[in-house]
């Protein structure tokens, strides 16, 4: 139960902006650029695991779940190999970019000054692009946001971890603009 009368039963996020409508528009206009966009050299598996690693380290069960599932789904691996990456990218099958990327996520998840020369140049030489620096800076400025958001409220979740991933095809065919949050 939220700490609010949300007026509604949707978990998570959804339920918030199904209180507060005004403010889904351009919340789900921001997620739909950053983690949807095809204008960019970053997956969407590859950005939502982004998402993902942020909202582990902020322990937001609900968004680590959601995103976690579309990682998965995107990615084309199971919630086994998600949870192996969020608990140890650095020794996980992904590319060194993506280690940087992740290293830098985590920095700005402590908070943006924790982020140095050296992490970006390490991206860089892991052939990452000025852009996916930034987009990867902002998804993880953005997931702490959306993360205070739905933990700060006391949203409800649904514990099935299953649930997440049944819904994650239905999810990335919708996108974060449709409306799925009514």
Request: net charge negative.
């Amino acid at each position: 139960m939220a700490y609010i009368e949300l007026n509604n039963e949707l978990p998570g996020i959804r339920g918030l902006m199904a209180y507060r409508p005004e403010t889904e528009k351009p919340l789900n206009a921001l997620a739909e650029v950053l983690l949807r966009d095809d204008n960019n050299s970053l997956s969407r598996g590859e950005r939502e695991l982004i998402g993902t690693y942020v909202s582990y380290l902020n322990d937001c069960f609900f968004c680590q779940n959601v995103h976690g599932a579309l990682a998965g789904h995107y990615l084309g691996c199971d919630i086994d190999e998600v949870d192996a990456i969020k608990k140890d990218f650095s020794s996980a099958n992904v590319s060194p970019k993506m280690k940087a990327l992740l290293n830098i996520a985590a920095k700005v998840q402590k908070g943006g000054k924790y982020v140095t020369a050296e992490d970006i140049d390490r991206a860089r030489a892991a052939d990452a692009t000025d852009k996916e620096i930034h987009d990867t800076v902002l998804i993880a400025a953005a997931f702490c946001m959306f993360n205070r958001y739905v933990d700060g409220l006391g949203t409800w979740a649904p514990q099935d971890r299953q649930f997440y991933v049944n819904r994650a095809p239905q999810r990335a065919e919708e996108g974060y603009q449709s409306s799925i949050y009514k």
